[in-house]
C-alpha cells in the first residue's frame, strides 16, 4: 500500500475517544506552538459555502463557515472552577482540570429568514434554518473537527469531541465571548501525554466504539444502474 495510505489508515483508525477526569487540578504546560499546528492543519478542511457577512466582523472574518474558540491548560482550569458552581456542570470540571486545551468550535448559521424568524423563535435559541447552505456550513465546520482530532492524534494528543453540555448555554457563550449567533458543534478536549497513574485521575473512553460495523460492508454499497 501508498505509504501515505498507510499512515492516514492507520492515524485514523487511532483516533479515539479519551476522556481524563481528574479530582485535583493537574500542572498546566504550555504548548501554543503544538495547537496552532493542529489549527492549521484543520484550516484545510474543505467547505463549500463562504460564511455569511454579519460572522465576518471584527476579530475573526475568515470565510470559512466555523470558528475555534481556543482555551489554554491555565485557561481551563479557571473556566473549571466557574463550571462548579453550575447545577448541570456535570464532569465538566473534572475534564477542565486535566485538560492541556479546550476548543469550542462553532458553525456559522445563515441569519434567518424574515419568514421563518417568528417560527424559530418559539423553539430553543439555538434553532436554525433547515437549509442545504446551513447542513453544508454544519458538514463543513465537522470536517475542521475531525481534521483536528487526526492532526491531535498523530501528535499523540487524547481527545475527546464533546456535545458541551453547560458549554452549550448561553451564558457560557457570553462569559467565554463567543457571539450568540454562533452555534456549538464541538467542545473538544485535549489532554496532556503524561498523567499522574493512579486513582485522582479516571481515564474513560467511548460506548459505541466498540460496536463499530466490523468493515464498510455495514454502511456502504455498490451502486449498480439498471442496464
Ligand atoms: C457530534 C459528536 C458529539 C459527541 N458528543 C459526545 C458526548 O457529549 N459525550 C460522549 O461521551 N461522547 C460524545 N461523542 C463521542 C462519541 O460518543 C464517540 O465518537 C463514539 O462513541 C465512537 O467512539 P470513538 O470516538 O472512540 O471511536 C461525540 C461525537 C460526535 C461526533
Redesign the pocket.
Known sequence: MNHDLETIARIAQA?????ILAESELPTTNNRLVIDRLLACAGWAPFHKVCHAEHRQGELNGIEPWRFHCLDAQQCRKLGHQVSQMEAAGKIPAMLAAASHLIIATWLPNPTSVASKAELSNVEHEAFEPTIDNVEHIAAA?AA?QTLLLAATAAGISN??????VLRTPELFSKLGIPSNQRL??AIFLFPAEVPDDCSVEIA?????AQ?SSSSAGWSRVVKLPT
Open positions: 483516533r479515539k475517544t479519551v476522556k465537522s473537527i475527546y469531541w464533546s456535545s458541551g453540555g458543534l464541538g473512553t467511548s460506548k459505541l466504539r463499530r
